[in-house]
């Protein structure tokens, strides 16, 4: 550099020299020539090019300046511009960095994950995290289970639904043992469905299954609800209730969520995250969605694939079906008949009478009941499925058997009734919600989707008269069809004789039928003279 110097003093300095500086040293031809500029400013500078001076006024990131940032979502050159314009304000003025130092500072005093914090929230900074991964363990030790609203639209009953995916997953083998699809919002319905399908082993859920001895959730309140709680309860597992916000603690499951988007939704039709040319995203008008029956079975079919074929990376060449296969864990098994038995809602004791069981204003009969007035027994159902309810003796708990609902509404009948909630939603407002909430019952297989809500014909017929009465009575209009008129011997004022309907003069003698408005609205009556006429 000191070369260079004595070059440019006597003035043989050129750009060639220069460009051989730079090459040498490794860096731009700009910055060789910025270095001499600072030479020729300091000597010492010669001595150690390109250091900076390491000053008590350097600039330095505040807790004013973190603030800033997260005003203006790490906006650095809007932080810029609200510190020029603060340090102009001051008396005297001030000096504000520049925009090149603000940047430096920035790189030099924050992490990437603050910088990211201040810029997208909590969310964003933990993508910069650090996570310890949980030691793999052995089948059926923990479980996790999650909720996810696939990101594609499915055909249900005519309209474009986006169907939720429930499913449970082994974190030791990755393996996926339960599963339920529903095209509405789930409930506790779905994850019973789900963890009957994970417990169960044979086929078609086969081989996977057994119980678990931890299931991790994520405060859902479908996941700790009282019927779900007393049914893992009832089957001896741990239910270990992870804070709010803190993904990577289940992170199999997440994981799942991630990988079943990229590896099939994304290929499917009526996928909502597509990009789409133009400004507005859009769905292609000529799109033909898939039915939820065809999306179930694509689904389940993934499904086996991925148990079956696919190499996670934890487990180093391995499917999960040969990782669990290979693991030599004890499984424990419960019979078909009594995990659906502990995975219903008790609703308490009843007394069977000759009309059958009382269950939230309803009758539930069954064959089993001839003969059995009088008994104490215990109802167990499955959340929304009016339609049928178990039950057992309330001093022995043996099964009797189901019982469906008596004088249960046919399937035209609950049609009129959507039919007529649909229209009155339209014109209630407040209702809306409640008609977007539609049940649906998950499903482990293949089928149609089946709308819960079960009504009696009573119910629905009930219903049809108030919503045909209301929609009538909203819609008269009185002068429509004016009344007949009155008869031609009553005086009537020509206010109201103008609304009704005129009627032929009577032959003979005339009679006024009409007269002017009294005053104040008042009919004055007639005066009868002594000859008997009134006037």
Known sequence: ??????????????????????????????????????AGRDEAAADEPGARAQTGTRFTITPEVRGLLALWKGNVRAVHRELVLRAARESPPANAPSLTTLHRAIRRDLTPGERAGLAGGERAARKHDVFLARPRGWRN????????????????????????????????TNAITGVAITPGHPSRESVLSALRSAVLREEPYGPFGGLPEKVRVDRGKDFLSRTVTAAFDLLDVTVEDLPAYTPHLKGTVEGLNRAVESMFLAALPGYVRQPRPGKRPSRPKDEVLLGFEEFTARLLAWTSWWNTQHQPAPLRGRTPREAWQDDPTPLRDVPAADLWTFTLEDAGTRTLTTRGIRFKKRDYVGAWMTGQAGIQVRIRFMPHHDHRIEVYHAATGRYLGPADLADQASDEQVRAVRRARTARSRRLKKELEAVQRERYAAVNQPAAPQLLGALTTAQAEAELAETAGTGLSQLAMPDVIPPTAPPADWRTPASLAALTTPTPRPSGRDVTATAPDPPHGRVTPPTI???GDAS
């Open 141 to 172: 030790q923990v479980w996790e289970t999650d909720h996810l609203q696939v990101p594609v639209l499915v055909e249900v009953e005519g309209r474009a639904r986006r169907p939720w995916i429930t499913w449970f997953t082994d974190c030791a």
């Open 1 to 38: 550099m000191r070369r260079l110097l004595a070059l440019r003093a006597g003035k043989g300095l050129t750009a060639g020299h220069v460009r051989v500086a730079a090459g040498a040293l490794g860096v731009s031809e700009r910055t060789v020539w910025r270095w001499l500029a600072a």
């Open 529 to 531: 003279d002594k000859d």
